[in-house]
């Protein structure tokens, strides 16, 4: 008697989520400002609001590519019911775009207004979905020379583009000497480590050189594997950064290990290195941070059916 075993199953990723052109795609790489807005939904409405969360998502990249790309993610081992949207725009101009839609996008307003929850099950809008008030919190790309950093040789940008801005807009995926077509980013990749780390304020200049340093030898070795970009808070505390760790895969994670035991070279060497200056004390990139201010959160791109909910109808 012969069996056959089925393929594996590949879990969709990100930029499976939306029809627009894949050369059309926003993301972490290559977007000038990361929103990330995260909501709790009650458990009686897990299907209806993923199916919200989707289709405005999706009426947003239809509509306004070029402006915005805009993915929903699952907490992969957090808590459940939570989504995170990532808006994906192309700068701080464009967002002034995105404001309209309140009052001048029809389309936009009927999926807001539009009731989500029948009335045998007490009716009302997408605010009955959620448990609790959306956070939102604005990234921008770290560049060198931004917040106090000690470097002065610029990454490269890209232009906004509209001739209205003098200066240039810096974009993740120029943070490492990768080249673009082979990085990940989070239309991509299988699943995102969402590392934050505050700095204490007088090793400001030397934890984000720290940490470039280490994105950048990450980058090399774990080439096809992971991509790491570092992001700013726009609004938020000026010293807490983010980093961004795309993974091919969840198993990836485990060559992500394997690098962090140190065996490669150049990694070894910025985990040892002596950061700060005798004047200030001496020592590694373990005196930069507030004390277990370092957390990570895994996010996988949110499919269809994920955990028994509804599918797209």
Known sequence: MTTTSSP????????DQTSIARHAI????????????????????RSEGRLFARELSEYLNTNYAGIVTVFVYEETFGTKDRLHW??????LYAYETLVQMGTQDVGWRDIVLRQRVPDERGGG??????????????LIPSAFGMYG??????????????????????????????????QLNSGNCGIIMHRVGELKYEYRAEGRAFSRALCE?????????????????AFGRSDR???????????????????????????????????IAEEKGGGGWDRMFVQSSLTDLALTPQHWGMYATKTEE
């Open 241 to 275: 950064i983010h980093h961004f760790i795309h993974l091919k895969s969840l198993s990836s994670y485990y060559t992500l290990m394997g690098v962090r035991a140190m065996s490669d070279p150049e990694t070894r060497e910025v985990f040892t290195r002596q950061w």
């Open 8 to 15: 594996p199953f590949v879990l969709p990723t990100a930029q």
């Open 125 to 138: 809008g997408w605010d009955r979905l959620f448990d609790g008030p959306l956070r939102e919190t604005v």
């Open 26 to 45: 926003l993301h972490s790489g290559n977007a000038g400002v990361v929103v990330e807005r995260v909501g709790q939904l009650r458990p009686e409405f």
């Open 86 to 91: 990532l808006l994906h725009i192309k700068s």
């Open 149 to 182: 950093t000690s470097e002065s040789t610029p990454d490269s940008v890209s232009s906004d583009g509209d001739g209205a801005a003098t200066f240039v807009v810096p974009v993740a995926q120029s943070q490492t000497s990768v080249p673009a077509d082979e």
């Open 217 to 233: 030898s990450w980058n090399k070795v774990l080439a096809g594997h992971a991509t790491i970009y570092l992001y700013e808070e």
